[in-house]
Each structure stands twice: as structure tokens, then as C-alpha cells.
């Protein structure tokens, strides 16, 4: 089990005000509509999530990354838990022809708004209960949801994405923090999070579930 950060220099481009968050909006409000999932979390004002969350290209070099690094080509699979309005996968299928790609996400809003390409391949479902047989993925990845589960449903859900995937081949990351400060940062600006570890704790558990893909962070630094 491989820690590699890939996703952190594309959430340190993004200047982010912590404070605000907390000062200027009633954060409490804010996080009981942001877990709704619905559009005010992905199309709605910041305060509520990505304040327009649209296709830009930005998942493009991730995309690029995770092949080169699993070996993706051709005829294989690749499933994203955790979805949302399906970019990654888009950018999977246009830079590997002939790509089966899956995807499942608990937003019924995300998915009914997801690039036009990939929306017949996605589903709205839980990362707890994956509806899919068993080894069925050559790449599984789930990006930025575990954090949002309860730590019961964690435990749930890190084994369905082990049984799903073949062999290693899976990409996790998680928010999370190595001191002090940057807790205090992922505190004010999360709306959605129930997990809070830091890498440590994060790596026990991969471990208690008997995950053996790679895991990656972002911080807020």
C-alpha cells in the first residue's frame, strides 16, 4: 500500500479564505444543505459547495497519471466511486479508446447533470453497497469521499472497493492533515466531512480492511 499525494498540487491551485467560511455564513446551515447533494452543492453559491462545478479539463492530467501508472489501455475498466458529474471518467475515455468505464455517485443531481458521454455509465448508489460483481474493474478509484462517511460506513465501504477491483490497481484519496493548523483549515472549510484522521489513522484503516491499493491526501495548508 503506496502513499502518493497526486491530487495535491491541483487543490493547492485553488486559493481558499477558511475563515470566511466560518465568519461570514452560518456554517452550520451551509453543511446541512451541502449534504444534500443536490444543486445547490454543486451548481449553487460557494458557501454550499463548489459554487458552479463545471466541465473545464482540469482532471485531464489526472487522468493521464492514473494510466501511466496502472497500466490502463485498451479494453480494460475503470470504475470511480464517488462520481460526481463523471469528468474523470470522460477524460479517461478520451485518452484511452475502446475503455469500459463505470461510475456511481449518491448524488441524484450529479448524475442526472453529468457530461452528456459518460452519463449512460453512471448510477446513483452508495460506496457502502457497490452493485457490482466481484474483480470486475482492472482501476478502481474514489476520490474525496471516504472523509464523508461515518467511520461505520467507512469500514463498509473501503472493502467493496477491494472486492470490486482486481489485484492492486485502486486509487484513494482522502482530506486529512498533518498538524495543527492544517486541521484547523480542513474544520472551517469542510461542509461535508464525518471523518476526520490524520494519515496515520487513515493508513490503520486501509489496513484493517484489508485494502491493498494506493491512497493519497489533500491538506489544507
Same mark, same amino acid.
Given at each position: 500500500?503506496?502513499?502518493?499525494?497526486?491530487l495535491? %498540487?491541483?487543490?493547492?491551485?485553488?486559493?481558499?479564505? +477558511?475563515?470566511?467560511?466560518?465568519?461570514e455564513?452560518?456554517? =452550520?446551515?451551509?453543511? @446541512?444543505?451541502?449534504?444534500?447533494?443536490?444543486?445547490?452543492?454543486?451548481?449553487?453559491?460557494?458557501?454550499?459547495?463548489?459554487?458552479?462545478?463545471?466541465?473545464?479539463?482540469?482532471?485531464r %492530467?489526472? $487522468?493521464? @497519471?492514473?494510466?501511466?501508472?496502472y *497500466?490502463i !489501455?485498451?479494453?480494460?475498466?475503470?470504475?470511480?466511486?464517488?462520481?460526481?458529474?463523471?469528468?474523470?471518467?470522460?477524460?479517461?475515455?478520451q485518452l484511452v %479508446?475502446?475503455l469500459?468505464?463505470?461510475?456511481i455517485?449518491?448524488?441524484?443531481?450529479g448524475? $442526472?447533470?453529468a457530461? /452528456?458521454?459518460?452519463?449512460p #455509465?453512471? !448510477?446513483?448508489?452508495?460506496?457502502?453497497?457497490?452493485? +457490482?460483481?466481484?474483480?470486475?474493474?482492472?482501476?478502481?478509484?474514489?476520490l474525496?469521499v471516504?472523509?464523508? &462517511? %461515518? &467511520?461505520e460506513?467507512?469500514?463498509? $465501504?473501503?472493502? /467493496?472497493i477491494?472486492r470490486?477491483?482486481?489485484?492492486?490497481?485502486?486509487?484513494?484519496?482522502?482530506?486529512s492533515?498533518?498538524? /495543527?493548523?492544517?486541521? =484547523?483549515?480542513?474544520?472551517?472549510?469542510?461542509?461535508t466531512?464525518?471523518?476526520? #484522521?490524520?494519515?496515520? @489513522?487513515? $493508513?490503520?484503516? +486501509?489496513?484493517?480492511c484489508?485494502?491493498r491499493?494506493?491512497? *493519497?491526501?489533500?491538506?489544507?495548508e
Amino acid at each position: 500500500m503506496t502513499e502518493i499525494n497526486l491530487l495535491q %498540487p491541483m487543490h493547492a491551485s485553488t486559493r481558499r479564505d +477558511y475563515v470566511q467560511r466560518v465568519v461570514e455564513h452560518d456554517k =452550520a446551515e451551509s453543511a @446541512t444543505v451541502a449534504r444534500q447533494w443536490g444543486r445547490d452543492y454543486w451548481d449553487g453559491d460557494r458557501r454550499y459547495g463548489y459554487g458552479g462545478y463545471r466541465y473545464d479539463g482540469r482532471w485531464r %492530467p489526472l $487522468a493521464q @497519471t492514473l494510466i501511466d501508472r496502472y *497500466g490502463i !489501455k485498451p479494453g480494460m475498466s475503470v470504475l470511480d466511486v464517488g462520481c460526481g458529474k463523471g469528468y474523470l471518467l470522460y477524460e479517461f475515455t478520451q485518452l484511452v %479508446p475502446d475503455l469500459r468505464i463505470a461510475g456511481i455517485d449518491i448524488s441524484e443531481y450529479g448524475i $442526472a447533470n453529468a457530461k /452528456e458521454e459518460v452519463r449512460p #455509465h453512471l !448510477k446513483v448508489g452508495s460506496a457502502v453497497e457497490l452493485p +457490482y460483481p466481484d474483480h470486475s474493474f482492472d482501476l478502481v478509484v474514489s476520490l474525496g469521499v471516504l472523509h464523508n &462517511l %461515518p &467511520l461505520e460506513d467507512v469500514f463498509r $465501504a473501503v472493502p /467493496e472497493i477491494e472486492r470490486v477491483g482486481r489485484g492492486t490497481s485502486k486509487y484513494l484519496m482522502v482530506e486529512s492533515f498533518r498538524n /495543527e493548523r492544517e486541521k =484547523a483549515n480542513l474544520l472551517y472549510w469542510q461542509l461535508t466531512c464525518l471523518s476526520f #484522521h490524520g494519515p496515520q @489513522t487513515w $493508513a490503520w484503516i +486501509y489496513d484493517k480492511c484489508g485494502y491493498r491499493g494506493d491512497h *493519497g491526501f489533500i491538506f489544507f495548508e
